[in-house]
């Protein structure tokens, strides 16, 4: 059974700040991973897809590595801003399944001003 | 293109009512899934759809709770007979393909469901 495990829980760093926020699973056998972010009261926004082949995706200030084999994947956050506080989900999708996206509890991330 | 619409945004339920949730996917998806998000704990799949079919129910729970999606309208997450434990919020997302490696889901804001 695919379980997703996302550490840490929660994360308070100052403006400025590199950071690194960490998803761990346990299947390797994945067809996908994504990483989302929601806000308090809102729904969920795509950040970043990275499919099985590949080995890290970037889009701005994010970058998302995978290493299937170890089952682990990284988000990368440069010069982290107030605007960067909310949660952060990571999800993998298993291979052949059709949308059935298996989520982590999320990192909490707050930045200090 | 206003997105995965959801309503209600919040409902709240005495317990043995009954609760609709409804979810307008993006123009042009044709393919709805729905997502449960219990207090401190992660989103857990609950049904996937495409336009008058279930193609998915696997983590569905067996009683109380259906889903559909009309070849008109929303899609329509029912359950019935509510006890405490539906309390949660309920996410649907949307997609313009099924099974294929660019497959991103649009996630709705959610409709959060309290039972007193």
């Known amino acids: 059974k695919q379980e997703v495990t996302q550490i840490p829980a929660a994360l308070s760093v100052p403006e400025g700040e590199n950071l690194v926020l960490n998803c761990s699973f346990t299947?390797?056998?994945?067809?996908?991973l994504q990483w989302f972010r929601q806000d308090p009261g809102k729904g969920l926004t795509s950040l970043l897809l990275?499919?099985?082949?590949?080995r890290e995706q970037t889009s701005g200030r994010l970058n998302a590595s995978l290493d299937k084999s170890s089952g682990r994947s990284t988000l990368y956050i440069a010069a982290s801003q107030p605007g960067d506080s909310a949660t952060y989900l990571c999800?993998?999708?298993?291979?052949?399944?059709?949308?059935?996206?298996?989520f982590g509890k999320g990192t909490k991330l707050s930045v200090k001003p | 293109n206003a997105g995965v619409m959801q309503n209600p945004r919040h409902l709240v339920r005495r317990r043995g009512q009954e609760a609709r949730l409804r979810c307008s996917p993006m123009?042009?998806?044709?393919?709805v899934y729905w997502y449960r998000q219990l207090p401190e704990e992660g989103l857990k799949f609950m049904v996937y759809?495409?336009?008058?079919?279930?193609?998915?129910e696997s983590g569905m729970p067996k009683e109380r709770f259906s889903a559909e999606f009309p070849k008109e309208g929303p899609s329509i997450l029912r359950i019935q007979q509510v006890v405490r434990g539906d309390s949660a919020a309920y996410f649907c997302?949307?997609?313009?393909?099924?099974?294929?490696?660019?497959?991103?889901?649009?996630f709705g804001a959610g409709s959060r469901l309290t039972v007193l």
């Open positions: 759809l495409q336009k008058e079919n279930i193609i998915d």
């Open positions: 123009k042009g998806h044709s393919h």
């Open positions: 997302a949307s997609s313009d393909t099924g099974d294929s490696g660019a497959n991103v889901l649009t």
């Open positions: 299947d390797s056998a994945i067809y996908n």
């Open positions: 990275i499919q099985s082949s590949q």
């Open positions: 999800a993998v999708r298993k291979g052949g399944s059709q949308g059935n996206l298996i």
